[in-house]
């Protein structure tokens, strides 16, 4: 999730200037660094009905009755695009790893290979690393700010009861709700309607997605998932001490209405 208040900042801006905002629209970055890098992995040629090119991945849809903007991929770095690699995580099938050096999601699959996804990460003091679970999920989720957020930016109170979702929506097109021992982290997986925040370090502790893509991720994620999240993919990184660190609240929590997957 992002830094709110900016995003209504922006958002207010872009209004009184007449643009359009439709085309606009846990785990996070780990404040630690390291030279000891893993290189990304070369794509490998894509062999999923699901990918085609560029173009068509992030074209303008009707999904679930709103309309989503298609995603300007001339200007988006190409390292950043969904696309099928080499499976540089060694986990097993099914699992997610979050690279924060690189900026790279990875959803594991069978026979070596990753579906690697491009997102934005928390700035600096809003990150950990360790592990969480999916354990619910929402399509086009309302977005209800905390009563904190609130009280620290009084215009957000017309929300108290919740953002109607939309294109506009600080949690996109889905989200994708993080679990410790049972519990809510308030680390989200979710879409965000500003596609440019993507390979940056920008939110408030969630990782987002441009919203073609976290549609596609949520297709794939059916059951619990388990979520790594990791300051790189070396073998250092890898077994680097788990922060215990949660998110302050970024929403009310997870909506009555969520998927719980079991």
Not at 106 to 126: H, M, P, Q
Request: charge should be positive; proline fraction near 10%.
């Amino acid at each position: 999730m992002y830094d709110i208040p900016l995003f209504f900042e922006r958002l207010n801006r872009r209004a009184f200037l007449g643009a359009s905002a439709l085309g606009a629209a846990s785990v996070a970055l780990s404040a630690c660094t390291t030279t000891d890098v893993a290189p990304p992995p070369a794509a490998a040629p894509a062999s999923d009905p699901a990918f085609g090119d560029a173009a068509s991945m992030y074209a303008a849809r009707t999904d679930e009755g709103y309309q989503l903007p298609a995603i300007p991929v001339a200007k988006v770095d190409p390292k950043f695009v969904r696309q099928i690699v080499s499976d540089p995580t060694g986990e097993k099938p099914g699992t997610i790893v979050v690279d924060t050096s690189e900026h790279f999601l990875y959803l594991v699959r069978d026979g070596g290979t990753a579906i690697r996804y491009g997102v934005s990460l928390g700035k600096a003091g809003f990150g950990w690393t360790g592990s969480a679970v999916v354990q619910a999920r929402k399509k086009w989720p309302v977005w209800t700010p905390p009563p904190e957020m609130i009280q620290r930016r009084p215009e957000l109170a017309k929300y108290k009861d919740g953002m109607p979702p939309g294109p506009q929506s600080p949690l996109g097109a889905r989200a994708l709700y993080l679990f410790r021992d049972g519990k809510d982290t308030m680390y989200r997986l979710h879409g965000t309607p500003e596609w440019d925040s993507i390979g940056k370090n920008a939110s408030s502790g969630c990782v987002r997605f441009m919203n073609q893509d976290i549609i596609d991720l949520y297709s794939r994620v059916n059951g619990p998932a388990q979520v790594f999240v990791r300051p790189n993919l070396s073998a250092a990184g890898k077994i680097m001490a788990v922060s215990s660190r949660t998110a302050e609240p970024i929403d009310a929590g997870v909506p009555k209405d969520a998927e719980f997957l079991k």
